[in-house]
């Protein structure tokens, strides 16, 4: 019944190459976010959107872009990827801002090596 | 950044009662959330408080005091699969994003 897929599960990559990610939904919500989740620091906000084109930056935007061209499909670049960018990713959607009820996506482990 | 405590580990007996508390930082705070995580998997969503006192779902509670910044989630009759990370998560009022705090490992034993 998955209404958000994260694709790819699994991915490794080397340092300096660009890699994106892409979260998908099938709920139609209107807001999309991505985290990121390492030991010791819980899940930290990357970039979000709340709405087609609108998007804005979270806690740790840096070496991170976002895309979302469709209500349907947010992206997450790595424009150069770095090791410090190894980490298990999170996307995230919600039908309102008032009740934080986020429906979160089974995650991407991504390596940088 | 934003401020926000909880503790880090917790470990109680299958039957029990545990409470996790958390403090986080007032300055546009709109309401309170609770996550459920386990071994690395998508977090879910608990429980939310936007007004202050106690709200009840099942076994699970939580309970916001705006005036101390304040939080908890109560956890009643505990089992062995309730063992996962719980996050706080306010919410604050630009876009509606949630901070996560580090999250609190609970271990349930028999």
């Known amino acids: 019944d998955a209404g958000i897929t994260q694709s790819p599960r699994h991915k490794v990559t080397e340092t300096g190459t660009p890699v994106t990610l892409r979260c998908h939904q099938t709920e139609n919500h209107r807001y999309m976010y991505w985290y990121r989740q390492d030991p010791g620091h819980g899940l930290r906000l990357i970039h979000y959107?709340?709405?087609?084109?609108?998007?804005d930056k979270g806690e740790v935007s840096d070496g991170y872009s976002v895309s979302r061209s469709k209500t349907e499909d947010f992206l997450l670049t790595l424009e150069s990827a770095t090791s410090s960018q190894t980490s298990v990713y999170f996307c995230a959607i919600s039908d309102s801002t008032d009740r934080a009820g986020y429906t979160f996506g089974s995650g991407t482990r991504l390596t940088v090596v | 950044g934003q401020s926000l405590e909880q503790p880090s580990e917790v470990t109680a007996v299958e039957g029990a009662i545990v409470q996790i508390n958390c403090t986080y930082q007032?300055?546009?705070?709109?309401?309170l959330s609770w996550y459920q995580q386990h071994d690395g998997g998508a977090p879910t969503f608990l429980s939310y408080n936007g007004l202050d006192g106690l709200e009840e779902t099942g076994r699970f509670s939580s309970f916001l005091s705006r005036s101390d910044s304040y939080g908890y989630l109560l956890l009643q009759e505990l089992q062995m699969k309730d063992s996962a990370s719980y996050f706080c998560?306010?919410?604050?009022?630009?876009?509606?994003?949630?901070?996560f705090g580090q999250g609190t490992e609970l271990s349930v034993k028999p």
């Open positions: 959107s709340y709405g087609v084109k609108d998007t």
């Open positions: 998560a306010p919410l604050y009022n630009q876009g509606g994003k949630l901070i």
């Open positions: 007032t300055s546009g705070f709109y309401g």
